[in-house]
């Protein structure tokens, strides 16, 4: 057996001692056992590392209008544009041929 591998046989846990550990935790350099250590980025992190990225990772508040109200106003804007246009154009096809009328004067 190497030199490397009987190292790694003698790791034991940071938080149980008497566990075997599987896992270095990149942040903080400790060895951990399966129980302690937690897959986060593709990498193993132990909880208070992990604490420590969530706390970094907090999201920024957005700043101006959120993109869901301008796509519901363009939407809207977009709609009523449509139905005034179509109404133009019965109101102008109603003027020059009667025809076209879809109610009647008495």
Aim: glycine share 4%.
């Amino acid at each position: 057996m190497s030199a490397a591998m009987s190292d790694l046989a003698r790791q034991q846990c940071f938080n149980h001692p008497g566990r075997e550990a599987i896992v270095r935790c990149p942040s903080c350099r400790r060895d951990y056992c399966r129980e302690c250590v937690t897959e986060h980025d593709d990498r193993y992190l132990c909880s208070a590392c992990l604490r420590l990225a969530a706390t970094k990772e907090e999201r920024k508040p957005r700043a101006g209008v959120p993109v869901g109200a301008l796509m519901a106003l363009t939407g809207l804007l977009s709609a009523w544009l449509v139905y005034y246009a179509a109404a133009q154009y019965l109101v102008l096809k109603s003027e020059a041929e009667p025809s076209y009328r879809v109610w009647h004067a008495r």
